[in-house]
């Protein structure tokens, strides 16, 4: 599951200092918009999470997550409030503006913090504002003190800049307390330009769905089915072991020497009109990936390593590129 807040910046220059010189201009003040979509998800239906601002700070500030740009989430009458979203409603390149045209100044900033309201601090916490529908039952949905804090930001000067926020939340929302509760973490949030950004979809041959090793079980209800598609940033190359999902904080499970991390994954939909199996990343930055699918991706942590093997058959690997507003297909297909 992947969702996605974007960042469209446009630039606005104001004029300082001595009124004789009109060519004379102060640093350039950017106007920022932020906005929500998503991917689907497990066996997870609904992720509903309160939003109230986001913070932004720059390099030079090292103090502590309470100091920084406040950027509030403004009511209709330009007053701040929250919002509960439903991040699932936004899904296939849908997207949701929750904060527009607020003026910042161009220059790097160290992290960019959405903070988070009411949100539970533990397991048995209330689920008022921060919840998630999984298998048809409500539970609470906790983020770290209310702020996932996230990388680095730069706002330049250009006329107009585009930025995404990336949930990948098969990396970033875990189940804990024995799956009475939640988590959403930082992990697996990455912000990215999005001007330099493509698609990448495509279908599963329904054969590779049970053909590889440790494959029998495919689609059947109530079951973790385990058919997933996993990206890594970089070419294919001999010595390199892709594995799946895990949290580098929290894994105890020693890993294989020259482990690649899935960059995103996701699990496969069935496309009622066509028929199929398929599968899709959005927001992707440019550049070189390999894309590979396993049938047997049964029970993948968010935070453990868990030895899957990827790819399930061995041969279902591509090398893609990632081009700028390019919708890439790479199908798979039984050799």
Known sequence: MRLFIMALVS??????????NENEVASPISLVSFAIADA???SVTSVNVTFSSITLKLASDDEDDESGINIPILDDDGNPT????????????????????FEVAAGNYSSLILNTS?????????????WV???????????PSNKLKLGALSVSGDEQQTYTIEFNLRSSLTSTAGGSAFNLKPHGI??????EV???????????LSVGADCATVFEEDTDHGKVVYLYQGEMVEEAVFVDEFDPDEAINSRPDNAIKPYASATLSFDMDNSSYVYNFSHLPVGNYTVAFSCSAVGDSADEYDAIDIANPQSQKHSITIETDID????????
């Open 190 to 195: 990455r912000i990215v330009d999005s001007t």
């Open 40 to 42: 689907p998800a497990d």
């Open 133 to 143: 529908i999984d298998n048809d039952t409500r539970k609470p949905l906790k983020t």
């Open 82 to 101: 929250t919002m509960t979203i439903d991040v699932m409603d936004y899904q296939n390149g849908e997207e949701l503006i929750i904060i527009e045209n």
């Open 11 to 20: 630039l606005s220059l104001i004029s300082c200092g001595d009124s004789s």
């Open 198 to 208: 493509g698609t990448l979809q495509g279908s599963i041959d329904v054969n590779l």
């Open 328 to 335: 890439l297909i790479q199908n798979f297909t039984e050799s």
């Open 118 to 130: 009411g949100c539970p601090q533990n397991p048995n916490g209330s689920d008022e504002f921060c």
